[in-house]
C-alpha cells in the first residue's frame, strides 16, 4: 500500500519515524492522513492501492486514493467503509484524488462528492486583485439530494482541491 507514511510507521501504532514526524510537523501530511493510513493498513494489508489523502468537515470524512482503487478500498459490501466509520465516528467517502489544474479536475472531483446531487459545471471566478475561486453550478431541484450541508461541501471541496471551491446554485 502507498501512503504518505512510509512502511513502518504504517504498522506502529503510536510514533513516527523522524522523516514522517518532520512532514506532520511541517503540515505536509495532518493527523487525520496518519490516522487513516494506519487504519486502512490493518484493513486492507499489502494490497497494492495508494492512499493519498484525509480531509474532513461536518459530520464526513473524505477518503483520496489512486485511480482504480476506491473499490478496493471500500471492500465488499462496503465493509471497510463500515469499519471505518466505526473507528472515526463520521460518515466516510472514498474518491479518486487528483491534482486539479483546473475546472475539469474540479469537476471530478465535486461530481464525486456531491453525488447523487449532478454538477451542472464548473467556472472560474476572479475576485477584485487577482484572487480566484471555483464555483461549482448545481441545479436547484438537486439541492435536497446533496450529502451533506453546501458549506461543509465548500469545505471539503477546498481542502480537496487546495483552493477556494464555492457552490453555486441555478
Ligand atoms: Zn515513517
Known amino acids: 500500500m502507498k501512503a504518505p507514511i512510509c512502511e513502518v510507521c504504517l504498522k506502529t501504532d503510536d510514533i513516527l519515524c523522524p522523516a514522517d514526524e518532520k512532514k506532520l510537523q511541517e503540515g505536509i501530511i495532518s493527523e487525520l492522513d496518519v490516522k487513516v493510513a494506519r487504519l486502512l493498513y490493518k484493513l486492507l494489508g499489502d494490497v497494492e492501492i495508494e492512499f493519498k489523502k484525509a480531509v474532513k468537515a461536518g459530520d464526513l470524512i473524505v477518503i483520496m486514493v489512486g485511480p482504480g482503487d476506491v473499490p478496493v478500498t471500500i471492500g465488499k459490501g462496503g465493509r471497510n467503509i463500515k469499519a471505518l466509520m466505526r473507528e472515526l465516528g463520521k460518515r466516510i467517502r472514498v474518491i479518486e484524488g487528483l491534482e486539479v489544474k483546473g475546472t475539469d479536475e474540479v469537476k471530478k472531483l465535486a461530481t464525486d462528492l456531491l453525488y447523487p446531487a449532478g454538477v451542472f459545471g464548473v467556472n472560474v471566478v476572479y475576485r477584485p486583485g487577482g484572487v480566484r475561486y471555483y464555483k461549482v453550478l448545481i441545479l436547484g431541484r438537486d439541492r435536497k439530494k446533496l450529502p451533506e450541508k453546501p458549506n461543509v461541501l465548500e469545505n471539503l471541496l477546498s481542502q480537496m482541491a ?9
Open 162 to 170: 487546495g483552493g477556494e471551491v464555492k457552490l453555486s446554485f441555478i
